[in-house]
């Protein structure tokens, strides 16, 4: 099972020759955040464990990210206003989620000046995505 | 099954038509009350924090002033790229109510449960609805449609699918 490094190459050449049409993998977002916090912050190492303290924690508002996703990402969530039913964050529970760059960059932006009423920053994102690929389903 | 199956599609057609055309002032005493909300992209993006509501329950100019301030929506961000949201308007404003829906204000109404026809259709002592059922824990809030029509997710607001909750009639 040793994976040779010109055979990662010819997969990652295929993986990019198949153009954008293909299905992101969490793994992505983390990598994509993690470079892009390292680029203000060098050395910059994604941690789940600040991702679940980010993740449960008020920001100054009245919610957390938690109030509506639960503290449990592999656990069915409620919309805190309308009620209505929100499936599972954790990767291993949901396989929808972290797949699609459109719908995980519009919802960091909603949910984020929701909750912080700001942006997320590229750090927290690889934080919050470290903890979510970490749940067990 | 394979006989049933057109004959209740076209059945449903037909009332879908009926609704857009009758605008607000929906009939009383129709068994089936499936409105249109036969649009992939609608039913993803406006369906993801409450159920997609039916385009046919708010006029075109009540629809255009939501879609212009989705960055703030009901103490929401549910901001759109342009193109996604010129392709919403689009469907929305061509299954509006055939009459606009404005306050007394003159401005148009963002909350179809704020409308003339939801608070009569809904009013106090109307088939099972009593004093307070929309604040109950049980409904919470008025557009918590689903809490009491039971398919409101697929736009089916027929009488018979109506469950009020139990423990929302007591506060």
């Known amino acids: 099972m040793k994976s040779h490094p010109l055979r990662m190459f010819l997969a990652g050449a295929a993986l990019l020759a198949s153009g954008f049409a293909t299905a992101e993998t969490p793994a992505d977002f983390l990598t994509r955040y993690q470079t892009e916090a390292r680029q203000s912050t060098p050395g910059f190492s994604a941690s789940a464990e600040r991702g679940e303290k980010f993740f449960t924690a008020t920001h100054g508002g009245e919610w957390s990210c938690s109030t509506c996703h639960t503290k449990n990402p592999a656990a069915r969530g409620k919309h805190a206003s309308t009620g209505k039913a929100i499936e599972p964050m954790a990767p291993a529970a949901n396989p929808e989620r972290l797949a699609s760059t459109r719908s995980v960059e519009k919802w960091f932006g909603r949910n984020c000046k929701d909750v912080l009423g700001r942006t997320c920053t590229p750090a927290e994102k690889a934080d919050v995505v470290a903890w979510l690929m970490n749940s067990p389903r | ?171």
């Open chain 2, 1 to 171: 099954m394979t006989a049933t199956f057109p004959a209740r599609a076209l059945r449903a057609l037909t009332l879908v038509l009926t609704a857009g055309a009758a605008g607000l002032a929906l009939a009383d005493d129709d068994e089936n009350k499936r409105l249109n909300i036969n649009h992939p992209e609608y039913r993803s993006e406006c369906g993801s924090c409450h159920i997609a509501f039916p385009p046919a329950l708010l006029g075109a100019e009540s629809w255009r002033a939501m879609m212009a301030g989705l960055d703030k929506h009901f103490g929401s961000d549910a901001s759109l790229d342009a193109e996604t949201s010129a392709v919403i308007t689009k469907f929305l404003v061509a299954n509006a109510a055939r009459r606009d829906t404005a306050g007394s204000d003159g401005r148009p109404q963002l909350r179809i449960s704020d409308t003339p026809w939801f608070r009569k259709e809904h009013r106090d002592g109307h088939d099972g609805i009593t004093p307070g059922i929309f604040r109950s824990a049980a409904v919470k809030s008025a557009a918590n449609c689903a809490a009491c029509h039971r398919n409101a997710a697929e736009g089916d607001f027929s009488e018979r699918d109506i469950r009020i909750p139990k423990n929302g009639a007591r506060s």
